[in-house]
C-alpha cells in the first residue's frame, strides 16, 4: 500500500507538470485569493521552451495558460520569433504554405514555430491565411485589429470571471477526490486493505461520477470546448484518478486562448508593472536585430502594451524610467531592475537582456 500511495503521488506530480514555451504564463489561482503568474522554468540556457512545475495546493484551483505570438506579424511579411527556426522570414505571397499541426505551424510539414497551444495556433492560422490575401495597405489595420483584441484586459477579466463562477462549486469535489486519494493507502497501512480498499474505491468512483457530470455542465457554459473535447476529457478523468483531482486545469485549458499574456496582468495588481517592464524589454529587444519585420512588429507591440497600462491607469513613461540608482551602479536591467556595477552587458537573470546605462 506505501508503494501504492508513492505511486499515486507521483502520477499526481507528473500530471501537474506541462512543457511550454518560455515566454507563456500560467494564471494561477491562490488558495487565499487572486492570480499569480507563472512562467515555464529554463530547462538549459537559451531554451524556448521548459516545465512548469505543479504547485501542491493546485488540485482545487487550476492555473490558466496564456501564449505570446511565435510569429512577428507587419504588412511584410512574417518572421519566427522563438524556437529552433527563430529569425526565419516569409514574404506573404509564401504563408498559403503554412499549415498545421496540434500547436505547431508548419511549412511544407516541417515545423517552423510553437503556438503553444492547437486552439492558439487554430487562431493565428486563420489570421495568416487573412493577411497572405488582403491588399498591402489593408495589413496594418488588420494586425492593429488582432493586437487590440490580444491585449484586451476587459475581455481577460469578463473571461476569467466566468471561469470562477463555473469551476468554484467544484472546488470541494476537487478537494475531496484529492483527499480521498491520499486517505486510501494511509489507511489501509494502519487498519488493513482488506477493510479499506472497499470503501476507499467505492467513495472515488462516487466522486468521479460527480466530477465528471459537473465538468460537463460547467464545459458545456463555459464554452470553450467542442463535444469531442468534453468527451476525451471526461474518459482520462474516469480512467486516470490525477486527472480527476485536477479537472478545474482542464476547464480552464484554453479560456485566455487568443490573449496576450499581458492582458491578464491587471488582474494580478501588483504584478502588472513588473510583467509590462518585462515584455516592453522583450520586444526591444529584437529592436537590435536586422528583420525589419521584426522592428516593426516590436514597435507594433510597445504601443499595445501601452494602450493597455493607459486603459489601467498607468503610465508607459513610469516603467521606462531609470530605476533610483544604487552608489556604484552603471547600468541596469530594463526588465528586473537589477543593477550592475559595469558599463554594458546582458543581465544574468533575464534571458540575456542588454544592460541599459545610467544616463
Ligand atoms: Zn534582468
Redesign the pocket.
Known sequence: MTELGLLLLALYLVEGLRWAPRDSIFWSRRPWGGLRPRSPREWRRGSHAGPLLPEPWLPCLGRLPSHGWPLALSPAGLCVLRGPRAGEALEWSAAAKIGLAGSHLTVDKQRLADAGSAREARALSALIRRLAVAAKEDRHGVIEDALRRRFSAVEARSRIEQWRRASRPGTLLAWAVTLNLAAGPILSALLGWARVVPAWVGLHALLTLLITGFFFAAARWLGDHGPDDRWQQAISMVLYPPSTARFQDALGRDLLAGLDPLAAAPLHAAGLPELARSRLADSERHHGSTSPVRDWYAAELARSVDRLLEAEGLSPEVLRSAPVRESGALSY?P????QYRVGRGT????DE?PLTPFA
Do not use: Q
Not at 335 to 338: A, E, L, V
Not at 347 to 350: H, L, P, V, Y
Open positions: 536591467c526588465s528586473c531592475r537589477t543581465c544574468r537573470d533575464c537582456t
